[in-house]
């Protein structure tokens, strides 16, 4: 059979990007003490196109992906863009995971245990160097310093999510992000409250009251103090509850800069 | 050409629903005083086919979209089912409208004007007699009455979405529904409050702590009292700012039951 | 500390549901051969409430679902929805759970491995006896007969995604519902086809073409012979290559009727 | 009542940006002979803050959007960030506008009407300089040159979605961006077709395959020759009908570069 993906392309056009998007798949994550955690990953795997090929063999990208889906860590990835870029003969390989990640958290008073989801992604590009990008989505509580300070009681406070995003010369752990992102705010949030817990909280948030500016700030602060980590992103969605919009800031330093 | 959708059917199976999904066309609404508000819907057309017929004629519903698109109000919607039982040979035929509408809102202390957005829907079915459910979903504020007693300061809230679904025997408007839904939670929600309005709605919230279980009680009540809706469905869904899931309530009604 | 959710309500309103919606939890499930497969499920448990209490006790909901997220099969549910109902003094409960499935297939021709994924669904409700519906969406091509008749050369197909829903009086597998899915339409989709195995789709789709009215008869036709199986709701929904929106069927069974 | 927001921050770190996101609102365009089409937008208006300040006033960003959304074209973009920045007390302004556009289309041998939707956006930032990017989404057919090549019949096609995103010198109309891509993919989709123009669009997109690879370098070609335009962004997703995952393929270019 002939092969059209192969054939000369006169056109003089080199393509940034090409591969597979949206692929669903199950990984196993090797984390903190080299236990495993399964979960489900969305997958985008892209690589250049030279201008003088027709088309890429979007087959190798899920042959490649199946040698390594059940034992991923940050630094496999590494070893996945390297066969990309050698088996689809490409300059630049680029890969983008998204998948939800679970911890065991205990309530703050009852200790009960329950898992929260914290959804995650890995993004790496190769192009002479390697470069990695690890994030995070925190959900979090933030009540408004206005609203607590104008109104003669209460103040209004919602579900927000903060975005973490790292470059970093030393590992650097989705757990130590979420810590990070959770003391940012008002307060975490938890899947299980006991009524002792939810006191807890309440009192936690009103007295600990946060705008997304405050939000953002402060997770600078804590990443500009970490020599491990040399870039950041981060950004905070507040689904405000006195409004059908969100309220949202976003900080991104290159410390070299 | 041949009609292969006209082909006869061996297989001796009725199908309940066929035609076209997912359509999204603009839609000019007329409102009370018969203006009207431009939008775009999200629209669905099934008819039910016989066991005999291989398949139904696609592109006829858009046809009879196209008629009727500029020009729809409540009552609109039974001729377009007439035309789809009709033009399609069917015995039954069903549309659904998914579509935001927007009202002018006055924040409560400033009066500032500006617009917020309700999703609405309207269902209809012609099987014999024409049965019609008109739906809106209206975002508000709700604040914990467990949380406000027992914490010493401050209550959690968050922002919830209440979804009206009616069958009424005399015309309701949308505008109708959205205030027994903004009067059923502890506040509305706006797109622009002033620092003065801040502190009103925090404070109204904080006074009028609800459950999502009061929220849909109150739904109830109001809807039993209305004597033009004999069938009403009312949920809410309060985005938990303590937790990353949600608290929710159900209540379906036909009153002749 | 008061408990609020216990204080007596007198709207004499009773609630047809109220729990947790939207918790995405971590499951286990047990699959044919009692093997196990980790997956990632959002869940939604509801109970009904007595027209005398004022609330639910929402963290019930999760403490149950602690106690069996790491092991369940589909008979693991009844159990479930018995301690919700014990637990929350409740007459009925309600549990729906989506969670992405994956099975290994091998491409037609080379045999080449792959994961695909099928969104699935458990839904079970007690209120006096037990309903179970076990759900699987499958991706599938479907080929348009018109289009291939009326045209001198090609015709159009498209992704489509298939959906059964089954109530059963005897065991069924998922692995079952996706054969049957996958031999109803015009070919399987595969996550890894080499070129041999494009050619065999190809072919194979070309060769067997389908409306969306004769997959769902198909499928009824395999669903109406297997005595395990009282109750189906198929549909099929093709993302329709010639325009921008889908075309649509569905059927719906009770063999008693 | 006391301006929270106007305290001095003494964290020293300025923010990139801040506002509201996702916000929902009607819109009044002003298209190409001056006549209007009313829609409905997704918006997000942010502004940077000096380090010394510790939040911004959210309420004006709705208070300047109402004072233009009933008439925008994309210069008047321009004067909305200009109000923010001064109004802000900023020194950039950023606004994100996502909105559904309509056009009618002539069906290619009937010659019927119906309106296509196409998702269109406006990015517009002010940093000194006014930056300006206009983008839209066309669903389009592709059809595989691959699996035409070796498969004896048929060959797999599917909807895809082409993004182009554009900077230019001087205006460039969405419906030029509309035509560019319905020209580069194997054939243009269609809400209504009757049989003789689905015999059209079948027997065209099979004389016209294209690679994903294929879409986006003739999008490239048509844009390196358009002289208002100096940078640009151009994307296909192929929702394959083989497979349960998308192919991709993008281009960036700054024509100076």
New interface residues.
Partial sequence: ?????NQF?S?N??????????????IVLLDRENEVQ???ARI?M?VD?PHDF???H??RF??IL?EH?QRLKIDTIEEVLRKMKSRLKAEKAHIEMFF?Y?LEKKAPVSR??????YECSFTGELDGDVDLVLGVKV?V?T?C???????????????SIISIQVRYSELVWIEELIEIAEKSAS?P????????D??Y???K???NPK????V??NL??ELDTDQRIFWYKVES?N??????????????KHKDK
């Fill in positions: 059979m002939q092969d059209i993906q392309d056109r056009i080199p393509i940034d990007q090409v591969g597979v998007k949206d692929l669903t798949y199950p399964q979960t489900v985008n892209y196109l027709r088309g890429t979007m087959s899920v042959e199946n889906h939800p679970f009960a245990r329950s898992m929260t989801k959900p509580t009540l310093p206005c609203s607590k300070e104008i109104a003669e009681e209460g103040a209004h406070n919602q579900r307060s949030v938890y899947s299980l409250l006991k009524r002792e939810e006191k909280v309440t009192e948030a009103y007295k705008f997304v500016e405050d953002v700030r600078a602060l969605e689904f405000e509850s006195i409004h059908n919009h969100s309220a949202y800031a976003r900080i991104e």
